[in-house]
């Protein structure tokens, strides 16, 4: 079974911190991990992706960091903000063959950035 | 956004009475795709569509069923809507870039099965 494991299920941070949301999958057919964010009444929206050819992905303050041993990958929120306070969702999925495009997603993490 | 529109954003029905959701998108995107979003599941795959015509089932598609006859709307239709049923449902659409697809996702339409 196709599965993305997500932790932790909620998050609280103070401003300034670092937050950090792990995942885990069991596909090794996966090669597309993207990061996903999303406020209150939204849907959710792109933040930021890998593919296992690199260990670690950085964009302004988020950072993924790849393990493809251990088949774990990681979003790093550095200086976290009270902005940040949303929910993220990781996600895999199999680029090749007749995907289509589908995405296995986390289950969320709901992350607080207090002031 | 993409360009994706759902309708209604809001809907409150009865058990047993069928209901369609629409998604509609403006950029010719070939893939689509249907969520449901509950607390504690994630983003659940419902059904998706590949082109024209062309659907298929997702992980939780049980009571759902699709129809695509124009490549900018997708519906989502819940036969006999029930109380189970009651959720936030979001459409998306993959951009590929490469071996990479990019799903974008819509507003949400919040439905309620009383």
């Known amino acids: 079974q196709q599965q993305v494991k997500q932790s932790p299920q909620s998050l609280i941070v103070q401003k300034g911190g670092i937050s950090i949301i792990n995942c885990a999958y069991e596909n090794t057919a996966f090669d597309y991990f993207p990061w996903y964010q999303q406020f209150p009444g939204k849907g959710p929206a792109l933040l930021i992706a890998i593919r296992p050819d690199v260990s670690e992905k950085k964009e302004g303050r988020f950072t993924i960091s790849f393990n493809k041993s251990a088949k774990q990958f990681s979003l790093h929120i550095m200086d976290s903000q009270p902005g940040d306070s949303a929910t993220y969702f990781c996600a895999a999925l199999n680029a090749g063959g007749t995907s289509y495009g589908k995405l296995t997603f986390g289950q969320g993490t709901i992350l607080t950035v207090h002031p | 956004d993409a360009g994706i529109t759902q309708s209604p954003r809001h809907k409150v029905t009865e058990t047993g009475t069928p209901v369609t959701l629409r998604c509609h998108q403006t950029e010719n995107h070939r893939y689509m795709y249907w969520y449901r979003q509950d607390p504690g599941h994630g983003l659940r795959l419902i059904h998706y569509?590949?082109?024209?015509?062309?659907?298929d089932k997702g992980e939780v598609s049980d009571g759902y069923s699709v129809s695509r006859s124009k490549t900018e709307d997708f519906l989502l239709t819940l036969e006999s809507a029930t109380s189970s049923q009651t959720s936030v449902y979001f459409c998306?659409?993959?951009?590929?870039?490469?071996?990479?697809?990019?799903?974008?996702f819509g507003p949400g339409t919040r439905l309620t099965v009383t």
């Open positions: 998306a659409i993959s951009v590929v870039a490469g071996l990479s697809y990019e799903q974008y």
């Open positions: 569509s590949y082109g024209v015509k062309d659907t």
